[in-house]
């Protein structure tokens, strides 16, 4: 796609090297919702450009058909990209409309592995703030437990991720949780920079336990 003389100006501005996310969202505060320009400069297939476009998509525009399409271009990503730029569309776009709230409840069993990794992630940031008025939680648990050995590894850390707030916030699953952890063994020998928290569960349902007291 040839870029419009708007796109092509933006497009110049965003550095890969210095812009920073802050940076992105300062643009997109001025530029408000442009859903004809978000797709100029998600067709450039550039890392940056494409952060700014989820920020100034149109969700109301957004459909299952649209976002495969969108889903088809991240996946040619790399690993580290792919995850960052589905979780923004879910933070920034996704999670912000009741009719595509209802689509990522739909996507355990997508075929397409990163909208099941969204719906897992969704997941847990319901959980983030200690809400646990969620009627899912017993079955969210016993699908961890049956199926996260099988999925790929972006799904994996969701679903892990989900656990670990779970085991947090509740009290009554939390050694359930910390259990799956030292069943499966997973990031067990993570290393993590200084002051993070590890996502091996035991390690992780402890530390984030002890920030409540």
């Keep these: 796609m040839k870029l419009s003389l708007k796109a092509q100006k933006i497009y110049n501005e965003i550095d890969k090297e210095t812009t920073k996310l802050g940076d992105l969202r300062k643009i997109a505060k001025e530029i408000k919702k442009d859903h004809e320009l978000a797709m ?3 067709s450039t297939g550039k890392f ?10 149109d969700k109301k525009l957004l459909n299952q058909e649209l976002i495969n399409l969108i889903d088809n271009d991240i996946q040619k990503h790399n ?3 792919q995850n960052h730029l589905m979780d923004w569309l879910m933070a920034n ?3 912000k409309d009741k009719k595509i709230v209802l689509l990522m409840e739909t996507w355990e069993k997508s075929p397409s592995y ?6 897992w992630y969704y997941q847990a940031r319901l959980r983030w703030m200690g809400n646990t008025e969620y009627s899912n939680t017993e079955y969210l648990l016993t699908a961890i437990e049956k199926n996260m050995m099988d999925e790929k590894p972006e799904v994996q850390w969701a679903m892990n ?3 670990g707030q779970i ?3 509740q009290e009554a699953y939390r050694e359930r949780c910390i ?3 030292e069943k499966t063994g997973l990031y067990k020998d993570e290393i993590v920079p200084k002051n993070c928290t590890p996502s091996y569960l035991p390690e992780f349902i402890r530390i984030e336990v002890a920030k409540l007291n």
Excluded: C, H, N
Excluded at 48 to 57: N, V
Excluded at 114 to 119: D, E, G, I, N
């Design 40 to 42: 100029e400069l998600w």
């Design 48 to 57: 940056m450009p494409r952060q700014l476009a989820i920020l100034i998509m």
């Design 79 to 81: 690993y580290d990209e």
């Design 93 to 95: 776009q996704l999670s």
């Design 114 to 119: 990163l909208q099941r990794r969204v719906f």
């Design 161 to 163: 991720y989900t656990a």
């Design 167 to 169: 085991g947090k916030w």
């Design 179 to 181: 259990s799956i952890g």
